[in-house]
């Protein structure tokens, strides 16, 4: 799924009277718009891009298993833009819209794709904080920490976010 929002793939629905519709694939996981009685998913419409798309995922072991967290990061250079999705740490795929907006600026599209390696580091980070925000602040002001489970899954959301950019420009 984190690869599918992260195209911005569109679900073809086909209703009970032959009725068809076109749903993106986020807006039905968001559940902005969801199947109505009688609707089945016909077919998925993945957009053709002739550019880097990375899957990475991180696994509690070796070998195939459910992901402990995973980045879907797709650039686009017609419109000089980098789509981001990551999975497995919420019940749908996460997009970090200000992450991806921000990176774009500071890619240099018409020089070899080239960012300076600082940058990597900062969307990695941007992307985490994005997916997994710190704690509310109490009624004192104090921010109370985060579980040490949950850096860990913030630190390998962020190492994910920074290799997938670092292997879709490389």
Not at 59 to 72: F, I
């Amino acid at each position: 799924l984190p690869v599918l929002a992260a195209l911005e793939a569109t679900l073809i629905v086909a209703g009970p009277d032959g009725a068809r519709r076109e749903v993106p694939v986020s807006h039905l996981l968001a559940g902005m718009d969801v199947l109505r009685p009688g609707e089945l998913i016909g077919y998925v419409r993945v957009p053709l891009l002739h550019a880097p798309q990375v899957f990475l995922k991180a696994t509690g072991r070796t070998g195939p298993g459910r992901a402990v967290a995973s980045v879907a990061l797709v650039l686009d250079p017609a419109r000089r833009g980098v789509r981001c999705a990551v999975g497995a740490i919420a019940p749908m795929p996460l997009r970090p819209l200000e992450a991806e907006q921000w990176v774009a600026q500071l890619i240099d599209w018409d020089n070899n794709r080239a960012i300076v390696p600082e940058a990597l580091s900062a969307f990695g980070e941007y992307v985490a904080a994005a997916c997994i925000p710190d704690a509310a602040p109490e009624e004192d002001g104090s921010v109370p920490p985060l579980p040490p489970a949950v850096l860990h899954l913030r630190r390998t959301v962020a190492a994910l976010a920074r290799r997938a950019l670092g292997r879709a420009l490389s």
